[in-house]
Nanobody, 129 residues
Framework: VQLQASGGGLVQAGGSLRLACAAS????????VGWFRQAPGKEREFVSA????????YYADFVKGRFTISRVNAERTVYLQMNSLKPEDTAVYSC???????????????????????WGQGTLVTVSS
């Protein structure tokens, strides 16, 4: 599976962006997908994830109520709608997929980068104050 993130850019605080993660490979619709971000000088952190059919989603606390993850398997694309952006959201955003259809095991969600098998090139989001 090959992934490519796009949609980043420069936006003012309070603005919106929609990121897209486009995938190749016929098995994409069977895989869970996650979004991560990495700000300069910081470790990569989990943002959101969606299971194979889009029914189950999960968000980091710092984006709940502002970001929405969705997917269109017919398009082999996962989206991250980002609203009410803050300067602290500035980072390179990357998508990744698990070769599994779920984003959780029991009550625990897969939020570690090592939980994901394939990674795409990131897209830079810059939020100005």
């Amino acid at each position: 599976v090959q992934l490519q993130a796009s949609g980043g850019g420069l936006v003012q605080a309070g603005g919106s962006l929609r990121l897209a993660c486009a995938a190749s490979g016929r098995t994409f619709s069977n895989y869970a997908v996650g979004w991560f971000r990495q700000a300069p000088g910081k470790e990569r952190e989990f943002v959101s994830a969606i299971n194979y059919n889009g029914i189950v989603t999960y968000y980091a606390d710092f984006v709940k109520g502002r970001f929405t993850i969705s997917r269109v398997n017919a398009e082999r694309t996962v989206y991250l709608q980002m609203n009410s952006l803050k300067p602290e959201d500035t980072a390179v955003y990357s998508c990744a997929c698990r070769t599994s259809n779920n984003i959780r095991s029991g009550s625990s969600y897969y939020t570690r980068p090592s939980d994901y098998n394939y990674w795409g090139q990131g897209t830079l989001v810059t939020v100005s104050s």
